[in-house]
């Protein structure tokens, strides 16, 4: 904290150097000196200890990759943006309305992105789930070559090139991938790639439980 060193702090007044009698002063002065410049150093140390272990108890999660939302339970932001194959066409909110979906915010620039798309192609071709992209702080020319040459998961995909939606939706990067049951509602958010094991474990049991939900739904109202 500080450049100059303990001893070189230490003060001695020239009345008390001495051979015999004024020998142990400078030595008492020192240590006195020497024990505040330790107390002063566990100060800033004890606040780091305190702010890890706040950081440590709120982040201390079953799935690490799993954040919580402020969303959850709640409609998906509204919305009006451009689709990116298609920019005439405007996607709002209503076109996540339906059924139960997936969305993936991802970019170009982002490497897990890369990472996860082959089990997001999987899901794709083979659950039945409709998958919607957003793209997030991109170039929508970059984006679209990037799709093209690893191939298009998406139904469509939302161009959020200012990073708006991503505000609104709280999101701290890529990529994050949202659940929605077919009200449009936010029922789970993934932070990370999605893997299999993420798919397997996490994703699908949220899916399947909303699936069900969904179909007993009529009946409810019909009955």
Same mark, same amino acid.
């Given at each position: 904290?500080?450049?100059?060193?303990?001893?070189?702090?230490?003060?001695?007044?020239?009345?008390?150097?001495?051979?015999?009698?004024?020998?142990?002063?400078?030595?008492?002065? *020192?240590?006195?000196?020497?024990?505040?410049?330790? @107390?002063?150093?566990?100060?800033?140390?004890?606040?780091?200890?305190?702010?890890?272990?706040?950081?440590?108890?709120?982040?201390?999660?079953?799935? &690490?990759?799993?954040? &919580?939302?402020?969303?959850?339970?709640?409609?998906? &932001?509204?919305?009006?943006?451009?689709?990116?194959?298609?920019?005439?066409?405007?996607?709002?909110?209503?076109?996540?309305?339906?059924?139960?979906?997936?969305?993936?915010?991802?970019?170009?620039?982002?490497?897990?992105?890369?990472?996860?798309?082959?089990?997001?192609?999987?899901?794709?071709?083979?659950?039945?789930?409709?998958?919607?992209?957003?793209?997030?702080?991109?170039?929508?020319? @970059?984006?679209?070559?990037?799709?093209?040459?690893?191939?298009?998961?998406?139904?469509?995909?939302?161009?959020?090139?200012?990073? @708006?939606? *991503?505000?609104?939706?709280?999101?701290?990067?890529?990529?994050?991938?949202?659940?929605?049951?077919?009200?449009?509602?936010?029922?789970?958010?993934?932070?990370? &790639?999605?893997?299999?094991?993420?798919?397997?474990?996490?994703?699908?049991?949220?899916?399947?439980?909303?699936?069900?939900?969904?179909?007993?739904?009529?009946?409810? @109202?019909?009955?």
């Amino acid at each position: 904290m500080n450049d100059a060193s303990p001893d070189a702090s230490v003060d001695v007044p020239s009345g008390d150097i001495g051979l015999a009698t004024g020998a142990k002063t400078p030595a008492k002065t *020192g240590v006195k000196a020497r024990a505040g410049i330790n @107390k002063s150093l566990l100060i800033p140390l004890a606040v780091f200890v305190a702010l890890v272990m706040v950081l440590a108890v709120g982040f201390r999660l079953e799935d &690490p990759h799993f954040l &919580p939302s402020e969303l959850i339970d709640q409609q998906f &932001p509204d919305f009006a943006l451009n689709e990116l194959n298609v920019p005439t066409r405007i996607i709002t909110h209503d076109d996540l309305i339906g059924q139960v979906a997936l969305v993936n915010v991802w970019a170009t620039w982002c490497p897990n992105c890369l990472v996860e798309h082959p089990e997001l192609m999987r899901i794709s071709r083979e659950e039945g789930l409709p998958l919607y992209g957003i793209n997030y702080n991109d170039e929508s020319v @970059k984006a679209r070559q990037w799709l093209v040459r690893h191939n298009n998961p998406f139904q469509f995909n939302i161009v959020d090139n200012k990073g @708006k939606l *991503g505000i609104d939706l709280g999101v701290y990067g890529a990529p994050e991938t949202f659940v929605l049951d077919a009200s449009g509602v936010i029922q789970y958010r993934h932070v990370g &790639p999605v893997t299999r094991r993420v798919w397997e474990e996490t994703l699908r049991p949220v899916i399947d439980l909303l699936l069900s939900q969904s179909s007993r739904s009529p009946q409810t @109202k019909e009955g």
